[in-house]
């Protein structure tokens, strides 16, 4: 046997530049970048550094995908349902119509058969994906005016995309695309009717309190949204092992810390915006309804036609409909219980 | 300026031993320091490595803090409410009666005061404390006969434990303190008429089902469970800064597992559990109800006679009353119209 040289458990140097899909607008999202590439350095003690530049600095914010695929930057920070025009089936990384919620997600990602899955569909695009984060259930957006039956969902322009748009269109929505900073604009002016973004952190943020006053919930197409970092396979199988390790960390880590931020501060959030005139409804009983039964539907035409999409869809919905129903019982119920209990207890 | 040295970057050797309140008949509680111990020495290019100890073999389960305090061992893993009788402001950093679920316990520890709180906590035990996973809400226990009402607690001999014992005396229970291994015989022959350990996956392994038929939720005495991981301060602080933040991200990422690894599994092991005869039942509204004004008192009496207790009570709670009302909203009315909307479906 010959002894490993000294420099076998050196920490070689090495440097990455990261693009995200958010920016410092949003903290909780592009906040998990930014701990993410923190970690790195410090677990590595200061020898592996990644840079990290915000949408449109470098890289378009909704080219990350195409970026990491090229090796433009090593790694990326993005939503993979933002890809749905490339492969619907990119929608299970993040989020699909009364689909997982964040713990569920996070079962199904690691000790289900999520993560394979999602590896097994990235790999062709030259990259290797890890969860780094989920909101939360998202809410279902801001409207200029109440929806009080399936009705008046009719014609209603919306600022939505991908999956959850065409499931709304089924329920005559009018979907539209439009870019983060021409949202609060087309609400003003009226050439949006509506317009679902995240959550009261964020939404705060984007001032849509003052142009819309009927705040929905649930966002039913987001019952939860992962985050996740895309990592270029070349680069990635030439890391050391160790560094590789360091990547799960450090990931795991920072998604982490954005569902604690979104989950410590959304309350402090929702109550400002409600201050502030806002008037929090819950979707009625036959929107919800119509849009489960339009998501099936839509869910069985893309099996029939996408067998990639198939093969994830029977894995992701026996993983949900095993799951749900445990959740109802303890947590559910523990939940339920708890939040009568408080609110009786302030009257 | 002078350039540092080259051995400046390497991994130092270094090997500690680490002791369990937990051995390998509980897969997901021993299995998160498995992954914690495998993660530090695969990210450190085994250099790091931890030797794992079940109960029992070097220290007894429930000597864990000692055992870290005296650097006997250099770490180990547990969770805190076993130390109720040194100071019940420790069930704080595991589980108290009606407190957080899983999201919102790591939302305080990572993004309110909760760790810094557990950190002072901690300090003058030389102990520096880590999340380090969540059972999420635990079942109530199992019953060998029905609770139909809150009369039908009184004199009941139950296995329960700290502050969940004190509650359910107020209610009428004689709390036992029964080891594990002599849980089973002791409610076979009635020396016991109920026990209390986790939820479907741990609880079917001890095979409880065989002596108690009915199987109550929720376990109101445990919204979620946290575990910890306790390093001893002192080498703590002799580590490199970059083996410190090792211990951080496996710490989290090992937590991440366990809770995944409860959440995917405690829905096959209780589908098991129903087709082996066991009867699943809500614990009758009027237990809920004073369980909850017990607690109250109980709380009340600890802040009158402990600043310490008073202290992180407050806090705690006001995250509590803060965040739970939030959590009702969105995620709460998405996951109860999906638990309805799936089990419809199913008719």
Redesign the interface.
Same mark, same amino acid.
């Given at each position: 046997a010959v002894a490993a040289p000294?420099?076998?458990?050196?920490?070689p !140097?090495i440097s990455w530049k990261m693009t995200s899909t958010y920016g410092p607008s949003l903290p909780p999202l592009f906040g998990a970048a930014q701990t993410f590439c923190k970690?790195i350095e $410090?677990?590595?003690?200061?020898?592996f550094s990644i840079r990290l530049y915000p949408a449109g600095e470098i890289v378009p914010g909704y080219g990350v995908m195409d970026a990491v695929s090229n090796n433009t930057v090593e790694c990326g920070q993005t939503a993979s349902y933002y890809y749905y025009g490339k492969d619907p089936t990119f929608c299970f990384d993040t989020a699909v119509p009364?689909g997982l919620?964040?713990?569920?997600m996070? =079962?199904? &990602?690691?000790?289900?058969d999520g993560l394979k899955l999602m590896r097994e569909l990235f790999a062709p695009r030259h990259i290797v994906n890890f969860p780094m984060g989920n909101t939360?259930?998202? &809410?279902g957006g801001w409207y200029r005016k109440p929806i009080n039956t399936l009705a008046d969902l009719k014609g209603l322009t919306m600022r939505t995309a991908g999956f959850a748009g065409e499931v709304l269109s089924r329920m005559g929505v009018v979907p539209q695309q439009i870019p983060p900073g021409d949202i609060y604009p087309s609400l003003e002016k009226g050439t949006l009717d509506a317009v679902e973004f995240v959550?009261?952190v964020d939404d705060e943020k984007l001032g849509l309190f003052k142009v819309a006053k009927y705040y929905y919930?649930?966002?039913?197409w987001e019952?939860s949204a992962q985050v996740s970092l895309y990592v270029n396979d070349g680069v990635y199988e030439k890391l050391? !092992? /160790?560094y590789q #390790? %360091?990547i799960? @960390? =450090?990931s #795991?880590?920072a998604g &982490?810390?954005m569902?604690?931020?979104y989950?410590? /501060?959304? #309350? $402090?959030a929702?109550r400002r915006l409600i201050a502030n005139g806002t008037t @929090?409804k819950?979707f009625p009983r036959d929107v &919800?309804?119509a849009a489960?039964a339009a998501s099936n539907v839509l869910y069985k035409e893309f099996c029939d036609k996408d067998a990639g999409f198939k093969k994830v869809f029977e894995n992701y919905m026996a993983?949900?409909?095993?799951?749900?129903?445990?959740?109802?019982?303890? $947590?559910? #119920?523990?939940?339920?219980? %708890?939040?009568i209990? @408080?609110?009786n207890a302030k009257k």
């Open positions: 000294v420099f076998a458990q050196a920490n !140097k970690m $410090e677990a590595s003690d200061g020898q009364f919620n964040t713990r569920q996070t =079962a199904w &990602m690691e000790q289900g939360g259930t998202q &809410m959550g009261p919930y649930p966002g039913w019952g050391p !092992k /160790h #390790s %360091l799960s @960390l =450090a #795991s880590y &982490m810390q569902t604690a931020n989950d410590a /501060h959304n #309350s $402090e929702l @929090l819950a &919800m309804d489960f993983f949900r409909d095993g799951t749900v129903p445990w959740f109802r019982i303890a $947590e559910g #119920s523990y939940d339920n219980y %708890l939040g209990a @408080l609110a």
